[in-house]
Structures are given as C-alpha cells and as structure tokens.
C-alpha cells in the first residue's frame, strides 16, 4: 500500500509539473508574442509621432516661407504663384500624414484592448493554474488518508472534508446504496447545513435520476448547469438556495461492485471539464481501491483472529481432553504426548516420552498392534481401531479404546499419530451390560406369561420364549421376526377382536384387557398392552400376557367363600363399626363392645371415645393411618393394641373403607375390628423359633468359613517358621526365636480350634456362652500370630482403648473379626511405604464403638461401595486371596447384634467403624 501511494504521488506530482511548464510556456509564448506585436506598434507610433514633429516643423517653416515668400511676393509676383502651388501640395501631404495618425491611433486603441485581453487570459490561467493545483492537492491529502486510515467511516470523513478544503468545492457527501429498497443512506458530509441534512438520509433514488443512473451503469454523472438540467429536477430549489451551479456524482466501488457515490457540489457554472472529470475519477477509484484493501484487511484480521481462536481451541481441547494424544517416529519413538497421559496413566510427560509402545501396551496386545501398524505403513493416511491394555504407572493395567493413524505423508506432522481414551468404566458398564441383558433374558423366559412387541404394522419386534412355544403349539409354526402378528391366525374373530387392541395401544393408551375361551378348555388369559415411544412418536406396542384362569375361578371360589364369610363374621363375633366422620357419630356393633371390654352406655359413640381407647405408644400412628385412608385412595388398614379394664394389652386388627360425596370428599368410614392377640403371640413364638433355626445355621456357615480363613495366618506362620528353621545357617538364638514364634503359633493355634469346636457344640443363643474380652489381649494376641506378615511389610499398630477395653461378646467372633481387619490391613499396603494401622474404642449413648484406621490402598467407594461386604468381592488382584474376609466381618458383626461401616478414599487409606451394644451391667 505504501509503495502504491508513494508512485501515485510521483506520478501526480509530475503531471503537476508538466501542466505547470504547459500553462507557463504557453502564456510566455503569447506574452512574447503580443510583446512583438506591442513594440511594433509602439515603434511605429513613435516614428508617426516623430514624422508629425518634423511635419509639424516643416509646416512651421514652410508658414515662415510662406510669409517670407507673401513679402518676397510682393516683391516678386511670379515667385508668389509657385509658393501657393507649393503650399497646396504641402497641405495635401498634411492631410495624408494626418490620415496616417489616425490609422496609427486606432492601432494604438487595438494594441490597449490585446493588453487587457492579454491580462484576462492570464488570470484565467492563473484560476486555472490554481484549480488545478488544489485538485492535485485533494487527490494528494486522499491518497495519505488511505495510506493511514483503519476504517471506513475516516476515509468517507476526510474524504468530505479535503473535497472542500483542499478541492475548494461548495460541498461533498457519500452515501451507500440499498438496492432492496431503493434508497442511498447518507454516510459522511461536509458542508451540508444541518438543517438540510434529512434531504439526505435515506433518499429514495429512481432509475433515472442521477444516483439511479450511477448505481446502473456504474458510470459517472455530471451536471455543469443545474438550472437547466431536467434529471435534477427535485434538487433545483435546495441547488437554488445554496449557490450551487454545477455537480458531479460519481461512483464508489466495492468487492467488484457499485457500493455507494461520492457528490461534488461547485458553485460555478461550468466547473468541471475533461481534466477536473478524470482527476475526480482517479480520486473515487482510489477511494475504492481504499475500500477493497480495508475489506482485505479486516478479512486477513478476521481470519488471523479465527486462526488463533481455532489453534486455542484446538489446544484446549488437546489439553483438557480426557483423551490421549501421542506422535511417534517411524520405528515407535514417542516425541509429542497430550497432558491427559498423566492424568489417566499416572505418568510425567517427560517419563512417558522415555518410554517405548512395548513398555505402555499390555504383551498379549502387542502382535495385533504392530501387525496392524505395520499395514497402515503401507497406505498414508491409513488408520486401524483397536481396543487393548494400556500399563499405568502404578503398574495395573487399564482398558483403552482409540485409533492409530499413519500421517507419516503430511509435512506438518510426518508422525504415527494415536488418539486413546479410558473405558474401564465403559468396559465394567458393558459387562454389566451383558450381565443384566443375559439376566434379563433369564427372567423373561423363566415364566409362563407371554411377552412380545408388535410395531405400528404388527409385525413382530420381539418375543419371549414362552411366547415362540405357545405360537407354535397353537399353530403349528413359529412366527418369525418382522412377520405379521395376526397373518399367522386363521380365525376372523380373533383378528377382529385384538386389531382394535393394538390401535388403542398405537393411540397412546395403556391398559388392560382380559380375553375369554371356552373350548376347547376353558382359558382366561389378562394381556397388558403399554406404548413403546420413541421421543414423542409411538412406534408400537409391548404386550404381556398371562393365564389368569385360576385366578377366575378362584375369584368365582372366592365370592362363594364371601357370602359364607359374612355367616362367618357373624358367628366369629368380628367387631363392624360405622362411622359419620361429618358429624362424629361412630355406631359400634355389640362384638366390638365386647373386643374393647365395654358397655354400650359407656361409649358416647364419638371418635374420641375410640381413641381414648388406644395404647398411647400406637396412638400417633394408628391416628395417622386413619387420617391417610381420609386423604386418599388408600384404606385403612392397621394393627394397634388397647387396654382392658384389668390392665392386659390386647392386639386389634382394623381395616375400613371409606366412602366419598361426589366432591370426593370423605363422609363415611366403614370398617371391622377383630382380636388378633392369640395369633399374634402364636406368631411371635414362631418367629422366634424361626430366627432361632436360622441363626444357628448361619452360625454354622460362619464356623466354617472360619475354619477355612482364620487358621490360614496361623497355618501359614507355622509354615513359615518350619520353613525357617530348615536353614542350616540359622544360629541358635535364631533358631530359638523361630522355635518360640512357631510354639506361640501353634498355641494361638490350638486356642482358635478348641474356642471353634466349643462354639460348635453350642445349642443354644450365642449370646449364651458370653465373656469378657480385653481388647488389648485382642489385638497382642494378633500381633504375635502376625509376626512375619508385620515385620515383612514394616506395620506399626497403634492402639487407643482408653475409653473401653472390654466388652461381653463371642470371644471367637471378636477374635476373627479383629483379625481380619487387621490382616486386611497389611496385605493391602502400599509398597515400599510403612503401613499404620490405629485402633481406638469409645463409648457413646450406651453403645461401644471400634474404629479401624490404615493408610493402605483404599477401595474406590464410588465403583465399589456396595460390594465391599460382598461374598468373594476382591478389589485389588495383585494379592492373594478369596474375598471372604469383610463378608465373615460383617456376618459376624450383626451375629453380635452390632452395626459395621467403611468409608475409603482410594490411595489414601481406609476407616472401618464397627458399633456394639454395651452388654456389661
């Protein structure tokens, strides 16, 4: 842009300077040229003048003669007659010199009037000289302004304001077209009086007019008298008014296309020839020139500022991403990685760069990788999806799923590039998947009802294997996915009756529709049709079916039993009760005196009455069951107890219906009562005798659990020891120390067998065979069973049971529960960091509390807080073991009537809270 304006000044500057030299040679030639001509005739008036002197003298003389010549005459007479000859010819001559002066006077008058037309030609020149000049200078101060200028609406400003100052025009405007409504809007001004500047803004223009003229043909439009030019017309008044004569408008170009005028109003008449015209046309196609480079720019801008916004957005979603990014050389050199490595692997950037792919993808992943790697090699561009195992820092291995592509071939990148996420969650969520469809699939078919999906044709979406058997049994063949459901039914009445069914279906309705056969047996079968949709379209129905025939014929049994119910009521003495809940009258019949142990004139029959009649620790919750059979649509139904006069507790069944006016709101409540105190202590005793068995087998499975799970530590430091003491090279003191942990192993050993094979013998509770248990006696006698584990895995156990050190339990319980915590403490350590186990008691409201507290690996809460009870639930598989540990914990712990809980943080460590009731008096 710099380099243009700069020739373009040249090039105006040398115009300049040739029309200059032009203009001042021309009017030095005519100077000289009248300058000749002038001193001629000046010469020539001089010598007219001259020669009149000497006429003039000589005519003097000749007078002088004459006289002389008179006086001579009369002396001399013929010498007189020659002189008068002589003196008519002079006269004669006179005459002619004097017609002489007046052609040379004339001359002189002509030579005057060329001088003064000589002095109005050269101020013209000089006007034009200086028109010129200040042209030259208008297009100079434009050509600046776009070498400058940043946006439009200064290079319309000063556009404007140097047309007056420096073209010396009377004013200027530019306004921009609206083909659409045909109309040019006012975007810059100079000179227009404020007054006027609506005459201006938003203009109608017509195709014949001078910007319609200008916007169709692209071409200017000039007018060197306003008064007599008709495309005008609606302009004279305000020409008129402002002393403008003459104009131009000439056309501003944008992108290729007319954009808008730029108006020139003089107040001459005239103003504007050939040169004014192609120097005002070389001003608005730099003016356009300005336009397309400012659009240039502020699209490079707006592209630059894209690029930046992409190359951000292109970095945040590389580094914010949960996906993994990697380049790699030709043969497996990793020289880029996305942050998200360290987050979902573990690694720094710098270690995982110092890694190889045989160090990251898991050994039976690697053929199928590099197989697939070396295939894309041979087609740039190239890309597999594979999903495999990925190793984390902390050694476990994850699952991955992404894509390699070959981008070997492109220069800005020349790089194996790898894009993975982590779908362990995905991959737990399709096993989970998996299990639950193949669960699903299990109940679905393990039943007898029929269940099926029509679509909105009735062909068959899906079905239940009971479903396909009872198809084919009834008509001799299958039905197959996406037939007709109805197609394979020969019976008219059939297809009449159950099309209607599916359309009510189809028409958005959910319901139930019973269907009846009498022969060849007798079928009642209940088919529940409920819409499938699909957002808000629905796309068929899913249909289920069962045999209800029993249930008929049960409900036919059952009407029989009713009618002699009602016999059997009366005879029972089962108590009816009435009650107005408008007016509080409640009407009891005589076996409800009876049931409450009262008399009819000591009932009032108000609800208060009853009420009062209620034990006061059931009293708020059978009032509520009253009043929620009022709220809504749910009966009364509940058992309270009362008390006789004689101060025995009595249970009473109620149940009551309620009746409702036609604003649905409750008047009546008619119900039964009946003495249920017999049953319920006979089933209390049962529930008793229940539980009983139930706890004793439950004992049963715990013991042997135990049997195979808490001997293990013993056993395995026995083994241990003995393995020990093997060595030759032990000393004695060693070998003594080895001797007395292998006695007291064993010792620990024989104590847990006989307190097993006690609690075996046991038939009765086992809060039976209860006794005092020292906490701290606990936990030493563990420490020395776990003496290797402790030492290997540098463990140090604090205890805190300052607060309570003894409790009244099951000493083998107590014994199996401390160890287990315990253990499972030091088998999931962390490596290669000291293992800190706390134990501390407490007492509050009555209850004592164990809290268990290690520094270990912890368990993900989020993924596996409802298993960590679970039988054979492991969380971590680089130890050893069955998963049975916290399920003989928490077994254990309820056998004891008492509550456990964990909360875990994964790697961070892991607290169990363990709460028993106090059982010492």
């Not at 008709?230 to 056309?251: D, N």
Request: charged content about 25%; overall charge negative; glycine content about 4%.
């Amino acid at each position: 842009m710099d380099n243009r304006n700069f020739l373009n000044e040249q090039a105006i500057a040398s115009n300049l300077a040739k029309d200059l030299k032009a203009a001042y040679s021309e009017i030095s030639f005519q100077i000289e040229e009248k300058g000749k001509r002038a001193a001629e005739l000046v010469i020539a008036n001089i010598e007219l003048s001259f020669q009149n002197e000497e006429k003039e003298k000589r005519s003097a003389e000749l007078i002088i003669a004459n006289k002389e010549l008179i006086f001579q005459n009369k002396e001399k007479g013929k010498r007189a007659g020659e002189l008068i000859i002589a003196n008519k010819e002079l006269i004669f001559q006179n005459k002619e010199k004097g017609k002489r002066a007046a052609e040379l006077f004339i001359a002189n008058n002509k030579l005057i009037k060329s001088e003064a037309n000589f002095r109005k030609l050269n101020e013209e020149l000089e006007q034009k000289v200086s028109k010129r000049t200040s042209q030259y200078v208008f297009l100079s101060q434009i050509n600046q302004t776009i070498v400058h200028v940043r946006d439009e609406a200064t290079l319309f400003r000063n556009s404007c304001r140097f047309a007056l100052e420096f073209g010396k025009f009377k004013m200027a405007w530019i306004g921009s077209f609206n083909s659409e409504q045909n109309k040019i809007t006012l975007l810059e001004n100079s000179g227009i009086p404020a007054e006027d500047i609506k005459l201006f803004t938003d203009v109608s223009y017509e195709s014949k007019d001078p910007q319609g003229i200008v916007f169709r043909t692209g071409k200017h439009f000039l007018c060197n008298d306003v008064e007599n030019t008709p495309e005008i017309e609606s302009w004279k008044s305000f020409a008129k008014k402002q002393g403008i004569h003459s104009c131009i408008v000439l056309p501003i170009h944008k992108s290729g296309k007319v954009f808008g005028t730029f108006n020139l109003y003089a107040s001459k008449l005239n103003f504007f020839n050939k040169e004014d015209i192609a120097l005002l046309t070389e001003v608005t196609g730099d003016i356009s020139f300005a336009l397309d480079l400012l659009e240039k720019t502020k699209r490079h801008t707006q592209a630059e500022e894209l690029i930046i916004k992409n190359e951000k957005l292109f970095r945040a979603l590389i580094e914010k991403s949960t996906d993994m990014e990697t380049l790699s050389t030709i043969d497996g050199k990793i020289f880029y990685a996305s942050p998200s490595i360290s987050k979902v692997l573990g690694y720094s950037l710098e270690e995982f760069l110092n890694t190889t792919p045989s160090d990251i993808i898991h050994p039976d992943n690697i053929p199928i990788v590099f197989e697939n790697i070396q295939k894309i090699l041979q087609s740039p561009g190239a890309s597999f999806t594979i999903r495999h195992q990925l190793k984390h820092n902390n050694g476990n291995y994850i699952w991955c799923e992404g894509t390699i592509t070959n981008m070997l071939h492109e220069p800005y990148v020349h790089a194996i590039v790898s894009n993975f996420r982590d779908i362990s969650y995905k991959k737990s969520i399709e096993e989970q998947l998996e299990f639950d469809n193949n669960n699903l699939n299990a109940l679905i078919n393990n039943t007898h009802d029929l269940m099926w999906s029509v679509d909105r044709e009735l062909n068959l979406i899906t079905s239940n294997l009971p479903f396909d058997i009872a198809h084919k049994l009834n008509f001799d063949r299958a039905i197959r996915k996406e037939k007709n459901i109805l197609t394979i039914m020969n019976a008219p009445e059939m297809i009449n009756h159950f099309k209607p069914l599916y359309e009510r279906a189809f028409a958005g309705e959910t319901y139930l529709s019973t269907f009846y056969l009498d022969t060849p047996v007798e079928l009642w079968t209940e088919i529940s049709f409920y819409p499938i949709r699909k957002g808000h379209e629905i796309i068929g129905t899913a249909c289920h079916s069962r045999d209800i025939t029993g249930i008929k014929k049960s409900e036919k049994e059952l009407k029989n039993i009713t009618d002699r119910l009602l016999l059997a009521t009366y005879s029972a003495k089962i108590g009816i009760w009435d009650w107005d809940t408008k007016n509080d009258i409640l009407i009891w019949d005589d076996n409800m005196y009876k049931i409450f142990d009262t008399v009819q004139n000591e009932f009032n029959g108000a609800f208060e009455a009853w009420s009062n009649t209620v034990h006061p620790d059931d009293l708020q919750r059978t009032l509520l069951d009253v009043q929620t059979a009022l709220d809504g649509p749910k009966n009364f139904d509940s058992v309270f107890r009362i008390r006789w006069h004689n101060n025995e507790i009595r249970y009473i069944e109620g149940h009551a219906i309620v009746l409702r006016d036609e604003d649905g709101k409750a008047n009546r409540m008619i119900g039964v009562n009946r003495d249920i105190t017999e049953l319920k202590v006979a089933e209390e005793t049962k529930e008793k005798l229940i539980n009983g068995m139930a706890q004793r087998n439950c004992d049963l499975e715990q013991f042997t659990f135990m049997i195979s799970h808490n001997l293990r530590g013993s056993v395995a430091n026995i083994l241990g020891c003995a393995e020990t003491l093997q060595d030759d090279t032990l000393t004695l003191q060693e070998r003594k120390e080895f001797l007395k942990g292998l006695f007291e192993s064993v010792s620990g050993l024989d104590i847990i067998i006989k307190d097993i094979n006690s609690i075996l013998q046991l038939k009765h509770k086992v809060t039976e065979k209860n006794e005092l248990i020292s906490f701290s006696n606990l936990v030493n006698d563990i420490v020395n069973s776990l003496g290797l584990h402790i030492d290997k895995h540098n463990v140090h156990i604090n205890s805190d049971f300052s607060a309570v050190d003894e409790i009244l339990s099951l000493k083998v319980y107590m014994h199996s529960i401390f160890y287990n915590l315990i253990s499972n403490s030091i088998k999931y350590s962390k490596p290669h960091e000291p293992t800190h186990i706390e134990i501390k008691s407490y007492f509050e409201n009555g209850r004592i509390t164990l809290t268990f507290n290690d520094n270990g690996l912890g368990i993900d809460m989020k993924k596996h807080g409802d298993k960590v009870f679970g039988l054979y639930k492991r969380f971590h598989s680089h130890v050893e073991g069955k998963g049975i540990g916290l399920f003989m914990v928490k077994t254990q712990v309820e056998a004891l009537e008492g509550k456990i809980t964990v909360s875990s943080v994964l790697n961070k460590g892991t607290e169990f809270t363990i709460v028993f009731e106090n059982r010492i008096k």
